[in-house]
């Protein structure tokens, strides 16, 4: 079973900040925090991880709270291709193998 | 593109037919995955291969039959599937589980149809 939720769905205006909020309240120490996204008809794509720090890439970037019990992936300024199902995982790196998705959060970009 | 490559896009096949799903990953990783997306389900882990060993199989029917020639190529090998098997079956690969970060390449994916 997925160790996250994450609402069903959320929109976000065109060129606006997307924030996607996940909870992973019984995350382990040895457990690093996810996101992949997948477009409509394609496979999942990585988008970013991060264990206890904030991080950023070009895609995106992920706020982990201090207690690591929840986390906010940000996309700066949403576009349409965006679009796409959203999901956060929780990952052991003593497993890095165990990929477990759960159902996502359906993010919308409307124009 | 993300250097995984699946074949074929799709395939609708009859309960009593065998056939086989391919896939390549021109990335240089050691690992490689078989996942299975039903309509309105999360994607479910299927099998694990690392260097060219099995190390996951996630209580898969035995009528669902990887093969694993090298660590570039992954093969499903299907005989006398259910309609209920119907589904999007998405190969992904990584460097290994010996790396940090790991992160899973997917390929587009082999939509199934069983009749």
């Known amino acids: 079973d997925a160790k996250t939720t994450q609402p069903p769905s959320m929109d976000c205006a065109e060129g606006r900040a997307a924030n996607l909020p996940c909870n992973h309240s019984?995350?382990?120490?040895?457990?690093?925090v996810y996101w992949y996204r997948q477009i409509h008809s394609q496979g999942p794509q990585y988008i970013i991880h991060?264990?206890?720090n904030n991080e950023t890439n070009e895609m995106a970037s992920l706020i982990i709270t201090e207690d690591r019990k929840s986390s906010t992936l940000i996309l700066p300024h949403a576009t349409l291709r965006d679009t796409a199902v959203y999901y956060c995982?929780?990952?052991?790196?003593?497993?890095?193998?165990?990929?477990?998705f759960g159902t996502g959060t359906r993010l919308q970009v409307f124009p | 593109e993300t250097g995984v490559t699946q074949t074929p896009r799709h395939l609708v096949m009859g309960m009593t037919n065998k056939k086989s799903l391919k896939c390549e990953q021109h990335?240089?990783?050691?690992?490689m995955y078989w996942y299975k997306q039903s309509a309105k389900k999360p994607l479910e882990l299927m099998f694990v291969y690392n260097f060219k060993e099995q190390t996951e199989n996630n209580s898969v029917p035995s009528r669902f039959s990887p093969e694993c020639p090298n660590s570039s190529h992954l093969f499903l090998h299907l005989h006398t599937l259910q309609p209920e098997d119907s589904a999007l079956y998405l190969c992904a690969s990584s460097q290994g589980p010996q790396t940090s970060v790991d992160e899973q390449f997917f390929g587009p994916g082999t939509r199934l149809t069983v009749l």
């Open positions: 990335l240089g990783h050691n690992a």
């Open positions: 991060g264990l206890k």
């Open positions: 019984t995350i382990s120490g040895n457990e690093y």
């Open positions: 995982i929780v990952r052991s790196y003593l497993r890095t193998d165990k990929l477990i």
